[in-house]
Nanobody, 123 residues
Framework: VQLQASGGGLVQPGGSLRLSCVVSGSTLDLWAIGWFRQAPGKERKWISCINISDGSPYYEDSVKGQFTISRDNANNTVALQMNSLKSEDTAVYYC?????????????????WGKGTQVTVSS
């Protein structure tokens, strides 16, 4: 399984970005795709996850109402729409996939990881 995240960049506070994660390879056994971020000097942290089968989304409290995760099963793509961005959203964003549903994947770790995409929120 390979994951490729894209869509990062420099955005002003209050702006929006849409990240995409394209999943390829042996995807039939995948059940969840998640987004994580790692801010400078901090640990990588889970922020959102979606169950592939039914599209049920999960959000870490700090991004609820601000970020929206969605899936496009036909194109093996998961997107993360990020609105009202703040400086504290600056981080490297990673997508990851797992052979279990989000609840398990979030708690026990993801099996597959892609390289990150940098998001910088600054004026």
């Amino acid at each position: 399984v390979q994951l490729q995240a894209s869509g990062g960049g420099l955005v002003q506070p209050g702006g929006s970005l849409r990240l995409s994660c394209v999943v390829s390879g042996s995807t039939l056994d995948l059940w969840a795709i998640g987004w994580f971020r790692q801010a400078p000097g901090k640990e990588r942290k889970w922020i959102s996850c979606i169950n592939i089968s039914d599209g049920s989304p999960y959000y870490e409290d700090s991004v609820k109402g601000q970020f929206t995760i969605s899936r496009d099963n036909a194109n093996n793509t998961v997107a993360l729409q990020m609105n009202s961005l703040k400086s504290e959203d600056t981080a490297v964003y990673y997508c990851a996939a797992d052979n279990s549903v989000c609840f398990s994947a979030i708690n026990y770790g993801m099996d597959y990881w892609g390289k990150g995409t940098q998001v910088t929120v600054s004026s």
